[in-house]
């Protein structure tokens, strides 16, 4: 018998933080996983985690786990497969450390993700966009701060991660005005902003008075603004937009919808794939495929662009004796 602590331990502190010099969000969402599973396994077996060993961990096990996430916990199969991923990140780092448990962990690594049906994306046409950054109340301090929020994120694109760890610090006004951001894996990009967007920034970083080092969208008691906070000023100002916008009302805005409207915006002007991934901080170009599928003036104009068929309707009718005898077989 093995115990799986120490190796869970290791996975996190050598592994993860040292070798991988992964990022807090990274280890954040490994740690729920992990989490996740151990109290899936206690549930089953009544065995403390400390107490577990390899064998509690076989691949029936894991399987069974990831049925919970989808059937009780009600997870989406995008998210069953990152839980997946964590999961067998671990086997894969305990496979090097526990040789004797190679059979039981090949079987867990073997285990697929799920396929799921990918939809269209959705996104904001410019109608919807004003209507949306004008719904924040100006009176109010609050109403200000979102609307230089919603702004920001329609015109850079920002992941809703990268809007909460935005300082002071990291706007540049005036002459090349721009943004610095920390994206995934650690990357750093800077987007440029536009005149109207800068002048709001402008104002409201003014109103807000920060530090260098302070958040740029924080709260009323200076705290910064969390993901769900950010989710839920979105949702709430979208459903009072959909009174003057009634087009709002079919669609389910969240932050990541903002996102993809600044793609959109660009890939409809003319920008290039590759400046877009650049842009978004995306990993690769493929990752932009996606807004082309969902531009449908893209598909229109190269409809337009085709010849259309110029053979006049009807049915074939054989001339030949011979041709209308084996057409009649």
């Known amino acids: 018998m093995t ?3 120490p190796t869970l331990q290791a996975f996190f502190s050598d ?7 992964a990022s807090p969000r990274t280890i954040a969402a490994y740690r729920d996983t ?16 400390a107490q577990l060993d390899w064998d509690d961990l076989d691949a029936a096990t894991i399987s069974a786990f990831l049925n919970h996430l989808e059937n009780e916990r009600r997870n989406s199969i995008r998210t069953r497969n990152v839980r997946l991923t964590a999961i067998r990140s671990l086997f894969s780092y305990a496979a090097l450390r526990h040789p004797e448990h190679a059979l039981l962990i090949q079987r867990v690594l073997a285990i697929p993700p799920k396929r799921f049906d990918k939809r269209v994306i959705t996104f904001l046409t410019p109608l919807e966009v004003d209507a949306l950054v004008a719904a924040p109340d100006q009176s109010r301090w609050e109403g200000r701060r979102d609307r230089a929020l919603l702004m920001l994120a329609v015109q850079t694109g920002l992941r809703v991660s990268e809007l909460t760890g935005l300082n002071c610090r990291d706007v540049t006004l005036g002459t090349g005005a ?29 109103e807000r008075a920060g530090l260098p080092h302070d958040p740029l969208f924080p709260t009323r008691t200076g705290r910064r603004l969390s993901r769900d906070a950010i989710a839920l000023r979105v949702s709430t100002h979208a459903a009072t937009a959909a009174r003057d916008c009634p087009s709002l009302l079919g669609k389910r805005v969240h932050p990541h919808v903002l996102r993809h409207t600044c793609a959109m915006s660009l890939l409809q002007a003319g920008v290039d794939t590759s400046v877009i991934a650049l842009w978004l901080g995306h990993a690769g170009v493929r990752s932009t495929d996606a807004y082309i599928h969902a531009d449908i003036t893209i ?16 049915r074939y009718r054989p001339t030949d004796k011979v041709l209308a005898f084996l057409e009649s077989l």
């Open 3 to 5: 115990l799986i602590a």
């Open 15 to 21: 592994r993860l933080t040292q070798q991988r010099q």
């Open 34 to 49: 992990l989490r996740l599973l151990l109290g899936f396994v206690h549930t089953k077996t009544g065995k403390m985690p």
């Open 178 to 206: 721009n943004i610095r951001c920390e994206g995934k894996g650690r990357k750093h990009r800077a987007v440029p902003l536009t005149t109207p967007v800068t002048t709001l920034l402008r104002a409201w970083m003014a």
């Open 299 to 314: 598909k229109e104009k190269a409809l337009a662009l085709t010849t259309p068929a110029s053979a006049k309707p009807g």
